[in-house]
């Protein structure tokens, strides 16, 4: 109850800040200097006031803030030196950074790029903006083998954002570069670039000696991403519930912690708190900063600052405001289906799931998984019924069935793989006793996935609203009951 309590406020400013996004993106874009200004300085007012007014200026902030954010957002898509060319279809010559690796496709190859430099037949600068970029074919092939924070030079036809490209406006990119020639490819030239890809190389690097399916879905396991994993595996996931384990979350972010915690608690609490900014800045870069990891990385970060400042704050006071504050930095974050995955799956565990393990009979080992993973179902069901149209009701019992084996599979992944790559080439007998517990614990959450998936038993959302008029009645039931037995205790 003192989490629900402390969740209210934050709460409340969280929801003023998504329907001033909701307004902006009505409104349109526009620089929204006015806007920005105004919510600062209700922002400086609330810090003064006290009590029911302060939270109404700050409420009012949050939303102009919100707003004005989101006009921003959408005026850096067209107020772009790259639109008019995009438009005439010109052909360029770029400078490039990717900031994630390609998504190799069956016919295409596309990768988000930031334009470091842009030669036209008119001369205009790129910005910096994104843009994303395509290849088929030979350029294709070349373009799949790089990675987040490789700088390339191009030759090709800037294109409009239209069709399947137009969502990847929601990720801040301007226009299309189908590239016709890949001129010259140098490695990253920032250090955390860099120490991310020598770390995903060492982490991946004994999963080489597992057969193709096994090392797609441990790279998804430990890095996320379904790279190398094959398309009817992919669907088995989706359509059982499992698919959120190929995708990096919280629990990564945990389990890394947990890996490294036995070195930091070493050190005092300054070195501590600097080590531990250090792993999760490394293990963000490494996963091209998912959504899902952006939101765990900055509550695990705002997490150990609470602690370093001896004030520690409650989970769900800190998920309200790590989610304020990513979607004032990054309104687009409302139209991530991972990001709200991410922070509903999140409220479910922090809010929903003590109140399940008070409750739900049998022993801890039973009863607490149960109450973890029905929890974290519950808090995504909202977003998985808005977003896909149902909820398979198998993935309770599938996510339970792997519950108890997904930690052990994340430790042994990045301890296993690291050390079968250091000994693959001395010791390769070696190298693959270290990966068999990777390969049984994956061929097992498989199994589960291919079983689970034959029958998934969509709930759409009329059956949605059945289930949650139910539990209504049965936690009212309960209420009232639990009331005359006090009455007659008292009595």
């Not at 990045?414 to 390769?428: C, E, H, K, N, Y």
């Amino acid at each position: 109850m003192s989490d629900v309590r402390a969740f209210a406020a934050p709460l409340t400013v969280l929801a003023a800040v998504v329907g001033g996004v909701v307004v902006g993106e009505h409104l349109g874009p526009a620089p929204a200097v006015h806007a920005c200004a105004s919510g600062l300085a209700l922002v400086a007012v609330a810090s003064v006031a006290r009590g029911p007014r302060g939270l109404a200026c700050l409420v009012l902030a949050a939303a102009l803030l919100g707003t004005g954010a989101t006009r921003r957002a959408l005026h850096g898509l067209v107020d772009t030196p790259l639109a008019p060319l995009a438009s005439q279809h010109a052909p360029v010559d770029a400078s490039l950074t990717l900031v994630d690796d390609p998504d190799s496709g069956r016919f295409t190859t596309r990768a988000i790029a930031r334009v470091r430099t842009l030669a036209a037949p008119e001369a205009v600068g790129g910005g910096r903006r994104l843009v994303v970029v395509t290849g088929s074919s030979d350029v294709g092939s070349r373009l799949a083998v790089l990675e987040a924070g490789d700088r390339v030079v191009v030759r090709g036809h800037l294109r409009p954002l239209v069709g399947y490209d137009a969502r990847f406006r929601w990720r801040h990119a301007v226009a299309r570069l189908a590239v016709t020639d890949v001129i010259s490819v140098e490695r990253p030239d920032t250090p955390l670039a860099r120490a991310a890809n020598v770390a995903r190389h060492a982490v991946l690097g004994g999963t080489r000696l597992l057969p193709g399916k096994e090392r797609g879905l441990v790279g998804g396991f430990l890095l996320g991403g379904t790279r190398g994993v094959p398309p009817t595996i992919v669907d088995e996931f989706r359509a059982s519930g499992l698919s959120h384990l190929l995708a990096v979350s919280g629990e990564n972010v945990a389990f890394v912690l947990a890996i490294v915690g036995p070195a930091l608690r070493r050190l005092g609490l300054r070195g501590r708190f600097l080590a531990g900014v250090a792993v999760l800045l490394l293990f963000g870069a490494m996963t091209r900063w998912e959504p899902s990891v952006l939101r765990a990385t900055a509550m695990a970060g705002l997490s150990m600052t609470a602690v370093l400042l001896g004030r520690p704050v409650p989970a769900a006071r800190i998920l309200a405001l790590v989610a304020t504050a990513l979607l004032l930095a990054d309104p687009f974050l409302v139209h991530s289906v991972g990001f709200l995955l991410s922070c509903g799956a999140c409220a479910g565990l922090v809010l929903v799931a003590p109140v399940l393990d008070r409750h739900l009979p049998g022993p801890d080992v039973v009863r607490m998984p149960l109450a973890t993973t029905a929890a974290a179902q519950l808090g995504v069901l909202p977003v998985a019924i808005a977003t896909f149209g149902s909820l398979p009701l198998v993935a309770l019992p599938a996510n339970l069935a792997v519950a108890a084996v997904v930690g052990p599979l994340t430790v042994a992944g990045l301890v296993g793989g690291t050390v079968g790559g250091l000994l693959a080439s001395r010791a390769p007998s070696v190298a693959a006793l270290c990966l068999a517990p990777s390969r049984v614990l994956t061929d097992y959450v498989e199994l589960v996935a291919r079983v689970a998936s034959r029958a998934p038993v969509p709930v759409d959302a009329r059956t949605t609203w059945l289930v949650v008029a139910l539990a209504c009645a049965l936690a009212a039931t309960l209420v009232v009951r639990r009331a005359r037995t006090g009455s007659v205790a008292a009595r």
